[in-house]
Every structure is written in structure tokens, then in C-alpha cells.
């Protein structure tokens, strides 16, 4: 809370420094450009990017990451919580996977360091992909174009879940949207955006919202509480950050979400709550800063918000090797 403040005085302090220019040399932003990325390896990155669209990775077959982070719709699956193996409803919205790697941790509470050690977790999760590690690899192991192609990245006949993970993550970091309209404007382009959106980033910034959503990611660089200043109320059993590190004062503490590409991610909130941008800014303006917006304001930052889709990952759709007479069967009802 104390560092909310003073992060708010600080913003407020500096962030119109100048304004009268209208951002003449957009600089000293607290948002940054999304930089392009640059695969070191791409061998790698095309067996991630084959894993990633592989449903045999799950117990029925049918259920792969593109199915909860589908990169046709931003990297999510824009319903509430998710759905999983047996049509199981999952307890919370699954994030996007898009700029993910900038991330100070995985998931809304943080609880995976990175993209490699989250990239286990869906496969052998009752609820996501609904099979094992062991089964998954043997899977792989089934197929010579899979194993040779393990074999050409890690050097060894021998599939491990290890390296399944890597390859995914390799895939993952390649998923990054530079070249939104708002980076142009930040790189000074000042035909970029419309009157009505730099005033909507202007509100952004005053009424404190970078205080929490800043750096190029617009997000995804702390862990702030889900209502500051008016509790959240919900219905979804998420306590957030205090599940993980056991401290009641992180209670209903969630990872900042990015707000890259927000206009492709709905719903919105960990639980799904708000439908709409409208409702999104709404509840954040009275939860978090005990503001509320009129309607030409919230529309303003919500037109400010569009401006944050950037280019979507773009590349060949992977064709899969087919399974063999070896490969075990998919079990889709059980
Ligand atoms: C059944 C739906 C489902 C499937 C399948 C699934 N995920 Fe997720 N994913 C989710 C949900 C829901 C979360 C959020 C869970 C949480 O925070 O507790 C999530 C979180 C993530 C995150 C963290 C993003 C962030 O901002 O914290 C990444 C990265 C990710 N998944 C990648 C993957 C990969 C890679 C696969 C395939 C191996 C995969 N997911 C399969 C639903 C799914
Ligand atoms: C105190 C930190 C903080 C401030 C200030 C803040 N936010 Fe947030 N924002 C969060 C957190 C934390 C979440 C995730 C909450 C959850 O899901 O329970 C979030 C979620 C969001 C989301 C939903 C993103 C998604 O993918 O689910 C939007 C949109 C958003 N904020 C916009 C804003 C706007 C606009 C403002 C200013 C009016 C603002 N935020 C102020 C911390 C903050």
C-alpha cells in the first residue's frame, strides 16, 4: 500500500512534464516498445511450436495448449475459466501466452519461475491436459519424426520430459507482439494514434493505473492486490500470491496481468468477471483507486487500451507426424 502511494506521487510528479508539446519525443514513457525476437535457435523453436499444437499430449487426444491458448484469439480462450479433460471446468481464467517470457513469474499467483517449469504443469493436470509425464514422453517416443527430431536438438534417442518443456518454452518466448500502434507513437511516430487515445494513455497515466501496469509488458512485472481500495468480491476460491508463499499478507495479491493485446483477452480478471473492457477499467478505477470514471473517460482509456495490439505470432501452421501402430490410443472418456 505505502509503495502504491509513492510510486502514485511519483508518476504524478513526472508524467506531465511537458505536456504541453503533446509528447513531442515520447520518451521517459513508463511503457515501453515490445522489442521483435530474434529465435537463437530455430530448430528448436519449430519442435516447440509442433509440441505446443500437439493434443496427444493429453490423456484424450484432443487437448493441446493452442486449445486454452489459442494463438488464433491472443493466446487465450476468451471464456471464463477454462475447459479441461472431461469437459472439466477449470477454477480460473487462463492468461494469455503472448509476451509471457517478460513475465516476473508464471501464473496469476506466480507459483512456476519460468516458461520451461510452467510447461510440465498442464500436461499432468487432472483438469487440463489430464495425463502423465511418463505417457506423454512415451507418446513421443512412439513416433521416429518426433524422437529424430529430439535426437537433431538434445543429441540423445532417449525423449525426456525435460526436453519436451525447453522445446515448448523455446516456442513460447517467440511469442512476443511488437509493432502496436501505441509502441509506434512511443517511438514517435505522432500520427499513430488519435486525439481521443493519447488522452485516454493521459488518464491512464494520471489516475495511477501505470502505477501497477507499466514497462513493455503494461503489466506482468509485480504482484499487486485485487482491491486496494474496495474489496473484489467474487465468488471464485482464489486467494492468489499467500498460496504460495503461506504469508497471509499476500493474501488476494495477483501477478499484474499484461495489458498486451487486452482487446483480444477477454473476459477479464482472474476469475473472469468482467465481460467487457468497459466493466474491466470500471472495476479497477473503484477497486484499486477509488475512482469512477464518466463514460467519455472510461471510453477514452478503453480506446487507449485497443491501441495495445501489437503484431500476432505469424508463421506456418506445423504439420504433425502421425502416430504409429506403437503410439498409445487416446482416451477421451475416462
Ligand atoms: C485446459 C486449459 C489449458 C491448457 C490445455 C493449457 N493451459 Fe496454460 N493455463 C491455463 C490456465 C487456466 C492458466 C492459469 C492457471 C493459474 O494461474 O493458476 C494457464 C497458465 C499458463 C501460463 C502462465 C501465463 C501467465 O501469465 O502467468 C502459460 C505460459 C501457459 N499456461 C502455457 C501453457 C502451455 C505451454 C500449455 C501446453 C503444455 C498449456 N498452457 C496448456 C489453461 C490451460
Ligand atoms: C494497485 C495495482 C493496480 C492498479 C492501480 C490498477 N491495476 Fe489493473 N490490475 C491489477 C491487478 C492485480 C489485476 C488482476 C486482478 C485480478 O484478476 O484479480 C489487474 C487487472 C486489470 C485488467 C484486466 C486484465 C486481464 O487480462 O484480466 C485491466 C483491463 C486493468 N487491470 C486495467 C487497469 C486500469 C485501466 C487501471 C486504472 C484505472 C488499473 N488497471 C489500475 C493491478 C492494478
Known sequence: MPNIRIALAIIAATSFAGTGLAYAANHNEPIQPIKAFKAKNPALVELGKKLYFDPRLSKSGFISCNSCHNLSMGGTDNIKTSIGHNWHQGPINAPTVLNSSMNVAQFWDGRAADLQAQAGGPIDNPGEM??????AVSVLQSIPEYVAEFKSNFGSDKVTIDEVTKAIAAFEETLVTPNSRFDKWLMGDNNALTKNEIAGYKLFKDSGCVACHNGPAVGGNSYQKMGVVEPYKTDNPAEGRSAVTGNDADRFNFKVPTLRNVQLTYPYFHDGGAATLKDAVNTMARVQLGKKFTDD??????????????????????????????????????
Open 297 to 334: 473517460e472510461n471510453a477514452q482509456i478503453v480506446a487507449f487500451l485497443k491501441t495495445l495490439t501489437g503484431d500476432q505470432p505469424s508463421f506456418k501452421l506445423p504439420i504433425l507426424p502421425p502416430s504409429t501402430d506403437s503410439t498409445p490410443r487416446p482416451q477421451p472418456f475416462n
Open 130 to 135: 489430464g495425463f502423465t509425464h511418463e505417457l
